[in-house]
């Protein structure tokens, strides 16, 4: 659990944070391989769209590829219409925040629905994913070369069920 306010959760702050534990591990490790979930990995989609990483591989498990459609369902289950009228709502899963239609729209500027990058990457989710659909993770890998899929049958978001985390290990 982080302390930090949610005023503090924007995605520049987030792609900051991201960009300076990727250099502070490039100085200590030299070229470092990635790996981002979900949001995080949506995150690190935005860091390498702007950050001239050759070399660098990535793993990205259940990227929310349209983090702002999936913000508004299932994450906070609102309409872009109760979003703007509600202002600051308790969203999320295990940790819940008071987020708003502020940070929707930032989410909404940093797409990466149309995100080019040159980073060879493996793209892992579940078929039965229950948080981002299968179908937008299939949409924005293909006709991409440098993305390989593999989709674990019967995985949901988490991968809780026995043998998928393995599946993927």
């Not at 982080?2 to 490039?26: G, P, R």
């Not at 949506?42 to 259940?62: C, E, H, P, Q, Y």
């Not at 040159?118 to 948080?131: A, P, S, T, W």
């Amino acid at each position: 659990d982080s302390e930090a306010d949610e005023k503090m959760l924007t995605m520049e702050n987030c792609i900051s944070d991201t960009k300076t534990v990727y250099a502070y591990a490039e100085n200590k490790y030299g070229r470092t391989d990635l790996f981002a979930t979900s949001f995080g990995a949506f995150i690190l989609i935005n860091m390498l769209k702007t950050l001239d990483i050759k070399g660098s591989k990535a793993v990205l498990r259940s990227p929310a590829v349209r983090m702002s459609d999936t913000f508004l369902s299932p994450i906070c289950n609102l309409t872009i219409d109760e979003l703007k009228m509600a202002g600051n709502v308790e969203c999320g899963f295990e940790r819940r925040m008071a987020l708003g239609y502020s940070f929707w729209q930032d989410l909404t500027r940093h797409s990466i629905v149309d995100a080019t990058f040159e980073n060879k990457c493996l793209m892992i989710y579940g078929d039965r994913d229950d948080v981002v659909k299968p179908s937008d993770m299939e949409t924005f890998a293909r006709g991409r070369e440098n993305i390989d899929v593999l989709v674990i049958e019967g995985a949901d978001h988490r991968f809780k069920k026995k043998g998928q985390l393995e599946a993927v290990i």
